[in-house]
């Protein structure tokens, strides 16, 4: 890449011709009103039933709430930005790794696997399914009165006072089992997309080689999918730090029990529903904005520089 | 010795495969569990729904589909018509969009590349519930509610599908092949158009998926910005069937509605599922 | 290009003078669309049936379904607005639910319905009026249906428990809340629950506060009755008169099987009628195994009110409907035989409630418009804030976790004020 530079020079305005579309439509549509939410988060700008309050500016007084204790003497926002981490990794994690695994399965020229499609077609049906009627399958299954207390409780593997739906780890438990099962079908489709593009020759190339199927999947495939996976890890944490739909509907928006499974997007709706509290809730999207970015910058940085590090010392040899 | 190694192989392959069908069958069991209560949801009246779970279906399935399809505040086909089109429409557009910008950003040198980059990289954190309101306001002054418009034409402007395809590219556009292209003398936008979108048929063929399905079960946005009722959408009326009062309300019809609902998304993602295998013969060429 | 500016200014001009001109020119005539703004069909239904639309008028209905609050949000935003809209886009009427029908009553965004006719209130009940007037006493909707709550009990359980299973004499057992508190340790002896949810009890309390949820400094307050409630519900949690389910739950409505062990529920017409699905099966139920009885404390529960919002330009036909719903006899009486709801007309319920032919097979041929009527003027319209819907919902949702024993009280009222702070900043938390 780096020796084309020269030649790239006279076709740079193609270069501003290219993304002008994305960059007019993104300007206008959200750009504004994400602005504006920013610049409200340094007013005091809320609804008290009909009546508009402010906007008044108040500096900084909606961060510093923010970042006092609240009622219960934690920090509102640490609190929830802990809960949606650990939702985010009990989730995301095993939904990275089994649509690696998935991919490589299905992409596999020696593996063969049948009855390829039905799988690919089986694991994406529950993305196709709308989030609040998934978790309403789910409540029902887990209910006080449901199939699977039933059924555990038939066999003495939980005392009657269990209860899927209000106690702290099943609910997370579950939350994590939704997101899993309603992601990783789309993530091993992403990353088989990926495994696709690579040039069919390198495999070949390794297998005259003699290398078995784990030396080219760490030496060949993670490498050349290096790119794609990148993505999947990164976009995986936005979507796991702006989970919302999940614990929203499964918890009727409580993130029951004591707010252990309220999220930062859930709390953040909290000050849109009835207050339309702009300026609290313009103050939790630009720490969520500041949070996500330092993540993703940092993520983006160490693997592309570990990816581009390997490349290059593939090249070399 | 050739022999020995090849037993080795062949036993390795058949572990390996024994492993890759248990963890299929075991995630499909469980997709299709949530699919089977679904379709079983929907053979049940709505008292029989009151009284909680079953795994045997019961007989109401063509009623609850007579009165899904009966019922004067909803009109099926209508809204699945509305609800394709709007989808169809976002997903050509952002799919489109998104690897023409991540063309532009990778294959071109130009002073604000960096910026442009990291810009769209840093908007994309940012949740869509932050500038949903501002948009629900501009919607608003601009006098365009009760109009598609509003809910297509910023699909242009989608910062994470952008990201896949630069990510894309990088893992399979050789510079070499638009050196060529120019060499043979075409223009830039032909050689985008037809020498690498082929290419990223894969990629384009996925991300059509995504916002297809994304568009398709997006409910709060059009429900605020729709209320004519030849505009509305599928999740919009599902959730005016959730919402009809005491004497209307029908859980049947709900699960047959949602069942309904997922039919053409189906077709959708079996067809262009198609495309993601396709595209590795288009792929071979680059070789 | 001056031409094209030239032209462009006129056309502007032109419009703008359409636009000043119109209201004037049809200042006496009404408009010709009829905006009106509502989250489910059930009073479309009914309006369609029973009312006739002025000829030339179209009625347009703009229905949002209430999730995630989008209804609100809907309608706040036409309201809001109102001023600037043109005349054919204007809300000319709307419907709001009793939980938070006085955010708009106190606003500007409705109007007196005194005045653009609708003037006769001596048939409906008394509550229905009275929420919907703001606190200078201006009246700014009706109700066309009044919804007053019973208890609803198992007659097979109420004659185990208590001996006795007709509604007078359950009545008289259950008329107060100790007599209730008493009677739930003898069904509990029997081996049956008292009620199947902790918040079936709720609103009878929360209906008779004798304080609103802020006071005039806008500081959140505990009515002794909320107090009482609390106190009840720990008490039935702790010796299970009463289950841990929430009041839409399949837990509870499990217990209105014909096996079911609850002996009392609490509901209004729409309730029995419509929601208890459960004790209607064919199979497992056990319709007409029911009575209801006015129980410990007058209450409602829902009720749809037609507000009339400030600045419509159909005002007339806005207060014919109303006049309609509450005020016509054939119509009101239809509403009563033909759609079991229990009318806003006292003339027109009475008639039904001396009926010795009419009753209701689900409660056994109990005539329930009769005891309805009876309860009705003990229900009382006070002490109520526009936070109400959320802060009932909210104190329950929070209260839920203590008695469910996942945290004491303590952090389940902390939780309370948290999310309080966080629905409606003017509130103070103590």
Redesign the interface.
């Known amino acids: 890449?780096k020796t084309?530079?020269g030649?790239?020079?006279s076709?740079?305005?193609?270069?501003?011709?290219?993304?002008l579309?994305?960059?007019i439509?993104?300007t206008f549509?959200?750009?504004?009103?994400?602005l504006?939410?920013f610049y409200y988060s340094l007013f005091e700008n809320?609804?008290?039933?009909?009546?508009?309050?402010g906007p008044n500016f108040v500096g900084l007084k909606n961060y510093v709430t923010l970042f006092s204790p609240?009622?219960?003497?934690s920090i509102?926002i640490l609190k929830y930005f802990g809960n949606t981490l650990i939702l985010w990794v009990m989730g995301a994690v095993p939904q990275v790794v089994?649509a690696l695994?998935?991919a490589v399965?299905f992409t596999s020229y020696?593996?063969n696997?049948k009855g390829q499609?039905?799988?690919?077609?089986?694991?994406?049906?529950?993305?196709?399914?709308?989030?609040?009627?998934?978790a309403m399958?789910?409540s029902?299954?887990f209910?006080?009165?449901?199939?699977v207390k039933q059924v555990l409780l038939a066999h003495d593997l939980i005392d009657k006072?269990f209860?899927f739906l209000?106690?702290?780890v099943p609910v997370r438990v579950l939350i994590a089992l939704m997101n899993f099962?309603m992601w990783?079908?789309?993530t091993t489709?992403?990353l088989?997309?990926?495994i696709?593009?690579?040039?069919?020759?390198m495999f070949e190339a390794a297998e005259i080689d003699g290398a078995?199927?784990l030396q080219v999947f760490f030496r060949v495939t993670l490498p050349?999918?290096?790119?794609?996976l990148?993505?999947t890890v990164?976009?995986a944490m936005?979507g796991g730090?702006?989970m919302?739909d999940v614990p929203q509907v499964l918890t009727?928006g409580?993130g029951?029990?004591?707010?252990a499974s309220m999220t930062m997007?859930m709390?953040?709706?909290?000050?849109?529903?009835?207050?339309?509290?702009?300026g609290?809730?313009?103050a939790v999207?630009v720490v969520?904005?500041l949070v996500?970015?330092g993540l993703?910058?940092f993520v983006?940085n160490s693997l592309s520089s570990q990816y581009k590090d390997t490349a290059h010392k593939r090249d070399q040899i | 010795m050739k022999n020995k190694e090849n037993n080795k192989g062949r036993i390795q392959l058949i572990i390996a495969r024994t492993v890759a069908y248990i963890i299929l069958i075991f995630l499909s069991f469980l997709c299709l569990f949530s699919f089977y209560m679904l379709i079983i949801n929907s053979t049940r009246s709505n008292f029989q729904l009151q009284s909680g779970f079953t795994l045997l279906p019961k007989d109401h399935f063509f009623i609850n589909l007579k009165n899904a399809w009966n019922d004067y505040s909803i009109n099926i086909p209508r809204g699945m018509l509305n609800s394709f089109f709007i989808a169809a429409c976002c997903s050509v557009l952002t799919t489109y969009f998104s690897a023409l910008t991540a063309y532009g950003i990778h294959v071109y040198r130009f002073k604000l590349r960096r910026f442009a980059f990291y810009f769209i990289m840093a908007v994309m954190m940012i949740p869509p519930q932050v500038s949903a309101v501002g948009f629900i306001q501009l919607v608003y002054k601009l006098h365009l509610t009760n109009n598609y418009i509003p809910l297509i034409i910023p699909s242009i402007a989608a910062p994470v599908v952008f990201f896949y395809m630069k990510q894309y590219l990088e893992s399979v556009l050789p510079m070499e092949m638009v050196e060529a292209a120019r060499i043979d003398g075409s223009g830039e936008f032909y050689t985008f158009n037809h020498v690498v979108l082929p290419i990223m048929k894969p990629a384009l063929a996925v991300q059509m998926i995504f916002s297809f399905v994304g568009s398709w079960n997006n409910y709060f946005i059009p429900a605020l910005l729709l209320d004519k009722k030849e505009l509305k959408t599928v999740p919009i009326m599902i959730a005016q069937l959730r919402s009809a009062d005491y004497s209307k309300f029908d859980m049947g019809k709900v699960y047959m509605f949602i069942l309904l609902a997922i039919l053409p998304v189906m077709i959708v993602y079996i067809i262009l599922s198609k495309a993601i295998i396709k595209g590795v013969t288009a792929g071979s060429v680059k070789g | 290009m001056k031409k094209l500016i030239a032209l462009l200014l006129a056309l502007v001009m032109v419009f703008a003078l359409c636009a000043c001109g119109a209201p004037k020119a049809d200042s006496k005539t009404e408009g010709k669309v009829f905006n009106i703004y509502a989250w489910n069909e059930e009073f479309k239904g009914f309006f369609e049936k029973y009312y006739t639309v002025p000829e030339g008028v179209t009625v347009n209905w703009i229905i949002t379904p209430s999730d995630n609050g989008a209804y609100q949000q809907k309608l706040d935003e036409a309201l809001l607005n109102q001023a600037s809209a043109a005349a054919d886009d204007k809300v000319d009427l709307f419907l709001a639910e009793a939980d938070y029908i006085l955010k708009y009553v106190n606003s500007d965004a409705t109007q007196d319905i005194t005045k653009i006719g609708v003037t006769d209130f001596s048939n409906t009940y008394a509550y229905t009026v009275q929420a919907a007037t703001d606190p200078n006493g201006v009246v700014k909707g009706v109700s066309f249906q009044c919804c007053p709550s019973a208890l609803i009990y198992r007659r097979s359980i109420a004659q185990d428990v208590l001996g006795v299973s007709e509604p007078d004499e359950v009545q008289a057992k259950l008329d107060s809340w100790d007599k209730f508190n008493a009677v739930a340790a003898d069904a509990k002896a029997k081996g049956y629950y008292m009620t199947a949810s902790f918040a079936e009890t709720y609103r009878p309390f929360s209906n008779n506060c004798t304080s609103a949820w802020v006071d005039a400094d806008n500081k959140l307050q505990f009515d002794p009755q909320i107090e009482a409630w609390i106190a009840q519900t720990e008490d039935f949690i702790k010796n299970e008169y009463t289950l841990t389910a929430g009041i839409w739950d399949q837990e509870k409505n499990d217990q209105m099987f014909k096996d079911g062990k609850t002996m009392c529920f609490f509901g209004p017409a729409w309730y029995f009628n419509f929601c208890m699905g459960n004790a209607q099966d064919p199979e497992k139920g056990c319709s007409g195994d029911w009575a209801i009885c006015e129980g410990p404390a007058a209450h409602f529960w829902g009720g749809t009110w037609l507000l009339a919002p400030a600045g419509t330009d159909n005002a007339s036909m806005a207060a014919d409907i109303m006049n309609t719903f509450i005020n016509n006899e054939d119509v009101c009486s239809k509403l009563v035989s033909e759609e079991n709801q229990f009318s806003n007309n006292q003339k027109v319920n009475a008639k039904f409630a001396e009926d010795p032919n009419y009753g209701n097979a689900f409660l056994g041929g109990q005539n329930d418009v009769a005891l309805f009527s009876s309860m009705t003027s003990n229900i009382k319209w006070e002490n109520h804030t526009i936070y109400d819907q959320l802060l009932n919902e909210g104190l329950q949702n929070n209260m839920q976790e203590f008695f469910k024993g996942q945290v004491d009280k303590e952090t389940a009222l902390k939780n309370f004020y948290n999310y309080v702070n966080e629905t409606y900043p003017t509130i103070v938390t103590p």
Request: charged share 10%; no cysteine.
């Open positions: 890449m084309k530079r030649s790239g020079v076709y740079a305005k193609y270069g501003y011709l290219f993304i579309p994305f960059f439509v993104y549509f959200t750009l504004i009103p994400q504006m939410t809320y609804r008290d039933g009909l009546t508009q309050i609240d009622n219960t003497g509102g089994i695994l998935l399965f020696r593996m696997l499609q039905f799988f690919k077609t089986v694991i994406y049906m529950p993305n196709l399914i709308m989030a609040a009627a998934f399958l789910f029902t299954l209910s006080n009165v449901g199939p006072s209860d209000t106690m702290k099962l990783f079908g789309n489709i992403l088989m997309a990926g696709q593009g690579i040039d069919q020759n078995n199927s050349l999918l290096a790119p794609i990148v993505y990164i976009t936005i730090l702006q919302f009727n409580k029951t029990p004591n707010r997007v709390y953040l709706n909290n000050f849109l529903t009835t207050s339309k509290n702009y609290m809730a313009g999207s969520l904005f996500s970015t993703s910058l983006y």
